[in-house]
């Protein structure tokens, strides 16, 4: 039997990835909050890719039509994520149903039984994130129709885990559904790596920042430009009694105001002021607004700088199609140097 070519040969090993999305290329675009919004996803979904929305801090009056403005700009499939610490999720996945969403991705937290089930109801497919090979399996028992894993070097919210030890670790025990790794991938040859130890394709984030059809502000795409892996780090948790969630960003003055606000707001919660949930849920807020001081308004010296430890290979502004076939390039490029693949 003859050698298949390099195109043909990602192709096969993205195919579970690709028939479960229904997109050519087995790349997610990550939901990042105020940037992957109708014009980014898109710009992905028409390149090949599969664009998500991030609802993040939306209501279901805003969610609604964000959903319709990205269908007036493409007909190929995208996605919908939403946090499931969100207090009005019930009505955010209404408005999915509604809208005839095909796939929801639930993040932030584990997503209750309920909540996967009344999705799935709906006809859609439900996208989780899975940190651990036990919460995998749970969630698969539970009726996840595909997992992303994501590993600690990508940005904003983060665990502890690295990506290549998560895959390590869950893509040989979870062959049910789908499985989608996150987290550092800014190049092709990465993809195929992971694409070849069973993963049904990638997603990513920080790579698409700085695409031209991306709506952050100038400042905030030359301060990614300029950074490199070194530049994006955690937040710190200061009190391992207080479970906040680390967050990976570019240092500047909003990170130090962060860890003064998180100093204050753990004050507050040992005094018995706030619940934990109450507590968490008011770090998450100073996120969002800091992020979009910094995205849209173009504080980057105030604002929230989320960021990937990858941010090192973004170098310039580019179209969304052009990053695309960038990593098909090389994908296809470490494929072809091996001679040939059966």
């Known amino acids: 039997m003859p050698s298949s070519t390099p195109d043909t040969h990602l192709a096969e090993l993205w195919r579970r990835g690709r028939e479960f999305l229904g997109c050519d290329h087995a790349i997610l675009g990550g939901a990042m909050s105020w940037l992957s919004e109708a ?198 948790q200061l009190d391992p009694k207080f479970p906040v969630i680390p967050v990976r960003a570019l240092v500047n003055e909003g990170t130090r105001r962060f860890m003064e606000t998180q100093r204050q707001v753990i004050g507050r919660y040992q005094k018995g002021e706030v619940d934990l949930k109450e507590a968490q849920l008011e770090i998450e807020h100073f996120w969002a607004g800091a992020l979009k001081r910094s995205a849209i308004d173009g504080d980057v010296r105030n604002g929230s700088m989320m960021a990937g430890q990858s941010v090192g290979m973004v170098t310039r502004e580019q179209s969304t199609n052009e990053i695309i076939q960038e990593l098909l390039d090389q994908a296809t490029a470490v494929l072809a140097a091996r001679g040939g693949v059966p």
């Open 39 to 236: 014009n980014l996803v898109a710009a992905i979904s028409n390149a090949g890719g599969f664009g998500v929305i991030a609802c993040g801090s939306m209501t279901p009056d805003l969610l609604e039509p964000e959903i319709e403005a990205t269908r007036r700009l493409t007909g190929k499939p995208f996605g919908v994520n939403l946090i499931t610490m969100h207090p009005d999720l019930d009505d955010l996945i209404d408005v999915c149903i509604r809208q005839k969403v095909g796939h929801v991705v639930l993040a932030g937290g584990i997503p209750s039984g309920v909540s996967i089930r009344k999705i799935k109801d709906s006809g859609a497919k439900v996208i989780c994130f899975a940190p651990a090979v036990a919460l995998a399996k749970r969630l698969i028992r539970n009726g996840a129709d595909a997992l992303v894993i994501e590993g600690t070097e990508a940005g904003g919210h983060i665990g502890p885990v690295a990506t290549s030890v998560l895959a390590q670790e869950i893509l040989p025990q979870v062959r049910d559904v789908p499985v989608f790794v996150a987290g550092g991938i800014g190049r092709g040859e990465a993809i195929v790596t992971y694409l070849e130890m069973g993963a049904a394709g990638c997603q990513l984030g920080t790579r698409f920042v700085c695409a031209t059809e991306s709506v952050a502000h100038p400042d905030f795409k030359r301060a990614f430009i300029r950074a490199n892996a070194r530049d994006a780090i955690p937040t710190v």
